[in-house]
């Protein structure tokens, strides 16, 4: 099918459950769990194709591959309005500040 997009929150979900997101300030983060979004919206794909790539340490449940399986969002046809790549680019709006001080 084809990508009609990628939902972020259960991606974000299943990454915090392996580690890579706090609950609490001061609560560890594992920098070893990520991942990588090999599709982009508009991307044709075909059955067995990877589409994301996931770092992590130990074994992900089955509970957790279903959560990232219905991330992804297909459709039968191409979608009308890819979103665009890049959404908004903020520049400075005056001159650039001098350097950044160090925290004490």
């Known amino acids: 099918g084809w990508v009609q ?9 299943v ?9 609490r300030a001061g609560d560890p983060v594992n920098p070893r769990v990520g991942a990588e979004l090999l599709v982009g ?4 794909l075909r059955a067995g194709q990877p589409w994301l790539r996931v770092h992590h340490e130990g074994t992900l449940s089955a509970e957790g591959r279903r959560q990232l399986q219905d991330a992804l969002c297909l459709g039968p046809d191409p979608p009308r309005d890819p979103p665009p790549l890049v959404a908004e680019t903020i520049v400075p709006s005056g001159p650039l500040p001098g350097p950044c001080r160090q925290s004490q």
């Open 15 to 23: 990454l915090h459950g392996l580690g890579a997101g706090r609950a």
């Open 5 to 13: 997009q990628v939902r972020a929150l259960p991606l974000a979900r």
């Open 41 to 44: 919206t508009g991307q044709h």
